[in-house]
């Protein structure tokens, strides 16, 4: 079992920065997948992020390219989430995930373990 526990939302003008983290305790953080998924009200879940364990290689959704940056810390057993010039689009409930395998990276099935998530929101 893996739990974890986001924080660091809360309400941004738009242009602002946030950095959301991601706390991880139970069985070995650094050897899982970690992922950012985000969702809006009447919206499915959707990918933001992602950062392997083994390679530390990253991607991220066509949409907050080049703004947001993820990264982790296993040290701290910790995911950050990087978050700059934020768009009131970007405002929803953002939940950490974390997972074993490669496969299926960017949608939520892929995932087995998932924070409670954290609002953010972004006024215009």
């Known amino acids: 079992q893996v739990q974890l526990v986001e924080s660091g939302g809360e309400l941004v003008q738009a242009g602002g920065s946030l950095r959301l983290s991601c706390a991880a305790s139970?069985?070995?953080?650094?050897?899982?997948?970690m992922g950012w998924f985000r969702q809006a009200p009447g919206k499915e879940r959707e990918f933001v992020a992602r950062?392997?364990?083994?390679?530390?290689?990253?991607y991220y959704a066509i949409s907050v390219k080049g703004r947001f940056t993820i990264s982790r810390d296993n040290a701290k057993n910790t995911v950050y989430l990087q978050m700059n010039s934020l768009k009131p689009e970007d405002t929803a409930v953002y939940f950490c995930a974390a997972t074993p395998r490669v496969i299926q990276a960017v949608i939520p099935k892929g995932y087995d373990y998932w924070g409670q998530g954290t609002q953010v929101t972004v006024s215009s």
């Open positions: 950062i392997n364990w083994n390679d530390l290689s990253t």
């Open positions: 139970g069985r070995t953080f650094n050897r899982y997948h």
